[in-house]
C-alpha cells in the first residue's frame, strides 16, 4: 500500500498570490506591519513559520497566542481574496488526471502534506474546483509549524483513520520544493518532484527527489514512479 502525499501551492495548484496577499493584510491587521514581506520566499513553508518569520523580522515576538489570532485573520482575507471576481485559480497540467488515476486504486491512498493551514487548503482547492475531500487524509500547516513534523503526522494519521501501518518507502511525497523533496526523510520516505514552483528538476533531483518531471502531465510516467519501488 502507498500512501501518496500532495503539497498544495506549486504543486497541484496556484491561486495567483491570493495566500500573499492575504498573510499580508492579516499582519497589518494584527500587528500593524507586514514585517519584510517584500522578498520574502513563501515557498516550503508553512503558513504558521511565515508568519513566526515575517514577525520576528518585524522585532515582535511571535507567541502562540499572536500566531493563532494571524492565522485566524488569515483564513479569512484568503476567503475574500479568493471571491473576488479578478481571481484566478491554475490548476497544474495533469493534475486532475493522475488524481483521477489514483484515487479509485486499491493499492494506494491519497493524501495532502502542505504547509497551508486546513482551512485555506480547502478554499484554494475550492478554488481550482478540487474537493478537500478527494484526499482521504492530510497533514497541514495547522498540525505544525515545522515542515519535517508533517510526513509522521501524516503516517500516524493513517493508522489511527485508516488503519494501515505505512512506512518508509512506501510513504511518497510530491512537491515542488527542496523543502517538500527533504521534509520525509525522518520516515524513510521518498519524494517525487515537480518542477512547476520555482525550482528546476534538476535542482529537484539534487536535494535528493527520487523522480522528478517538468509537469504532472505524463500520467503514466509519475505513476511507474509512484508505484515503481
Not at 501518496?4 to 499582519?27: K, N, Q, S, Y
Not at 493522475?98 to 493524501?111: H, Q, T, W, Y
Not at 535528493?208 to 502531465?217: E, Q, V
Request: aromatic share 6%; glycine share 12%.
Amino acid at each position: 500500500m502507498k500512501l501518496v502525499l500532495f503539497d498544495l501551492d506549486g504543486t497541484l495548484l496556484w491561486t495567483d498570490g491570493a495566500g500573499r496577499r492575504a498573510i499580508h493584510r492579516a499582519l497589518v491587521d494584527v500587528l500593524g506591519t507586514p514585517g519584510p514581506i517584500e522578498g520574502f520566499r513563501f515557498d516550503g513553508r508553512t503558513d504558521g513559520e511565515i508568519v513566526q518569520r515575517l514577525a520576528e523580522g518585524a522585532g515582535i515576538p511571535p507567541t502562540d497566542e499572536l500566531l493563532a489570532r494571524v492565522l485566524d485573520r488569515y483564513v479569512a482575507f484568503l476567503r475574500e481574496e479568493i471571491a473576488k471576481p479578478t481571481q484566478r485559480t491554475t490548476v497544474y497540467p495533469g493534475v486532475r488526471e493522475l488524481l483521477d488515476a489514483l484515487e479509485p486504486r486499491a493499492d494506494c491512498v491519497l493524501g495532502l502534506l502542505t504547509g497551508n493551514v486546513r482551512e485555506g487548503a480547502a478554499l484554494k482547492l475550492a478554488s481550482g474546483g478540487l474537493a478537500l475531500e478527494r484526499f482521504r487524509l492530510g497533514a497541514f500547516g495547522s498540525d505544525s509549524a515545522h515542515r519535517p513534523d508533517l510526513p509522521a503526522v501524516a503516517q500516524r494519521r493513517a493508522k489511527e483513520e485508516l488503519g494501515l501501518d505505512v512506512s518508509g518507502h512506501d510513504i511518497i511525497i510530491v512537491g515542488d520544493t527542496p523543502a517538500d523533496v527533504t521534509c520525509g526523510n525522518g520516515v524513510g520516505a521518498r519524494s517525487i518532484g515537480v518542477a512547476t514552483g520555482s525550482y528546476s528538476v534538476a535542482q529537484l533531483m539534487e536535494a535528493g527527489a527520487y523522480a522528478a518531471f517538468l509537469d504532472l502531465s505524463n500520467t503514466q510516467a509519475v505513476l511507474g514512479a509512484v508505484f515503481g519501488a
